[in-house]
């Protein structure tokens, strides 16, 4: 098992609608969890943290965790053709010193 | 200003040869990443800077030597170079006073070893 898993993709959605990006981890203990977006040939930038349960918005972006299953998501609302990237979980597990990411969701909104 | 910058932007090399990749930060951060991104788009840690202080050493071939003069700096040098080595390589650091914040990444140095 993997220890941060997404499903590669391609996710197409229509201008407009709802893109759901969905992250599972395998270490019961994570604390920290991120969503970064890669556009391609690009670094990967830091779009929202959450830390505990429940959902956190900011803007057109909600993270939704639920430590007791294990899963972080993204919601995109209001999707725009320049949210076309990839989408990469990463999660700060316990005893690690730094991010271990998932291979990141490719996101295509159709115009 | 550039918070996070590596030189150089593309690197094209042949196999056996050695190279290096600076990174710079100046967003006052004490811990500093190499991360590498296979063209499956994973990334992977490699190794990790603390105040100056190796702190992660994943497993990665002894031809990977990493330097931190002070804080702000991180170099990746590389021997005897090889084709599996050709990936992007991403610096990145995280804010003082904790090891386990999000992190802020350079641009990235695409490697290619022909």
């Known amino acids: 098992q993997k220890e941060v898993e997404q499903n590669s993709g391609p996710l197409s959605v229509p201008e407009g609608a709802i893109a759901s990006l969905n992250c599972t981890y395998s270490?019961?203990?994570?604390?920290?969890f991120f969503w970064y977006r890669q556009y391609s040939g690009k670094s990967p930038e830091l779009i929202m943290s959450?830390?505990?349960?429940g959902d956190k918005e900011d803007g057109r972006f909600t993270a939704q965790l639920n430590k007791a299953s294990q899963y972080v998501s993204l919601l995109i609302r209001d999707s725009q053709p320049s949210d076309s990237a990839t989408y990469l979980c990463a999660v700060n597990m316990a005893g690690r010193r730094a991010l271990t990411f998932g291979s990141g969701t490719r996101l295509q909104v159709q115009p | 200003d550039t918070a996070v910058s590596q030189t150089p932007k593309y690197l094209v090399t042949q196999m056996g040869n050695d190279k290096s990749i600076k990174c710079e930060q100046n967003l006052g951060h004490d811990t500093m990443y190499w991360y590498k991104q296979d063209s499956k788009k994973f990334l992977k840690i490699m190794f990790s800077?603390?105040?100056?202080?190796?702190?992660i050493n994943e497993t990665v071939p002894n031809r990977f030597s990493p330097k931190s003069p002070d804080k702000a700096h991180l170099n990746l040098h590389i021997n005897s170079l090889e084709l599996g080595d050709s990936a992007v390589y991403f610096c990145a650091s995280s804010s003082p006073g904790s090891l386990n914040t999000e992190a802020f990444f350079g641009q990235g140095t695409r490697l290619t070893v022909v």
């Open positions: 270490d019961r203990v994570s604390q920290s």
């Open positions: 959450i830390y505990s349960n």
């Open positions: 800077y603390n105040n100056k202080e190796l702190i």
